[in-house]
């Protein structure tokens, strides 16, 4: 496997024919518990031979990157958006060629993409918090590793602000 320079991550689709690039830190680490995302989840699952999405405790990983640090490198004619209805702005980007969810990301103009955390290739940036948590399975522990938040903390929506003045200043 190729070492990756410094400030790179690589993503890929379980099969290798797409394949992502993000450069620069991540604005955050998270794994989200929201109904979406489960819900998501359970359908992509659901398709042919795709990789598990959630976590065995129903969160969903994400690495979110400033827009403008995110390059598809191959494969972008396989990549196909899963709406779970005609009507949200968010899309989960899934590789046709093995049903692999690659990143998240919106219709309505927001400036950072979420790299699913099972993509990367090597480590992932380590998880800094779980958010929308009020959301996961009844069944299921809550693990105590990082910061729990109910719904979206003010810290990770305030990371969200950062990337983008970040992104206004360096034009």
Same mark, same amino acid.
Request: charged letters at 25%.
């Given at each position: 496997?190729p070492?990756?320079r410094? +400030?790179e991550?690589? @993503?890929?689709? #379980? =099969?290798g024919?797409?394949?992502?690039? %993000?450069?620069? @830190?991540?604005? !955050?680490?998270?794994?989200?518990? /929201?109904?979406? /995302?489960q819900?998501? $989840? ?7 031979n @795709? ?5 065995p405790? +129903? ?15 191959k $494969? !972008?004619?396989l ?6 209805? +005609? &009507?949200?702005? !968010? *899309?989960? #980007?899934?590789?046709?060629? =093995? *049903?692999?969810?690659?990143?998240? *990301?919106?219709?309505d $103009? &927001? ?8 993509r990367?290739i +090597?480590? %992932?940036?380590a998880?800094?918090?779980?958010? =929308? !948590?009020?959301?996961k399975?009844?069944n299921?522990p809550?693990?105590?590793? #990082? ?13 969200l602000v $950062?990337?983008?003045? @970040? ?5």
């Amino acid at each position: 496997m190729p070492e990756l320079r410094k +400030g790179e991550a690589t @993503a890929r689709c #379980v =099969c290798g024919r797409v394949e992502i690039e %993000a450069t620069g @830190a991540p604005i !955050t680490s998270i794994v989200c518990y /929201c109904n979406d /995302c489960q819900e998501a $989840g359970r359908q992509i699952e659901a398709m042919p031979n @795709a990789p598990a999405v959630r976590d065995p405790d +129903g969160g969903t990983g994400y690495v979110a990157y400033r827009k403008d640090r995110v390059s598809f490198l191959k $494969g !972008t004619a396989l990549l196909k958006k899963h709406k779970l209805d +005609g &009507k949200s702005p !968010t *899309n989960r #980007v899934v590789a046709t060629c =093995c *049903n692999s969810p690659m990143v998240l *990301n919106f219709d309505d $103009g &927001k400036w950072w993409v979420d790299i699913y955390r099972a993509r990367y290739i +090597g480590s %992932a940036p380590a998880v800094q918090m779980r958010v =929308c !948590t009020k959301f996961k399975p009844d069944n299921a522990p809550l693990p105590d590793d #990082v910061p729990s938040h109910p719904r979206y903390p003010l810290k990770f929506l305030g990371k969200l602000v $950062g990337a983008r003045i @970040a992104m206004l200043v360096s034009r």
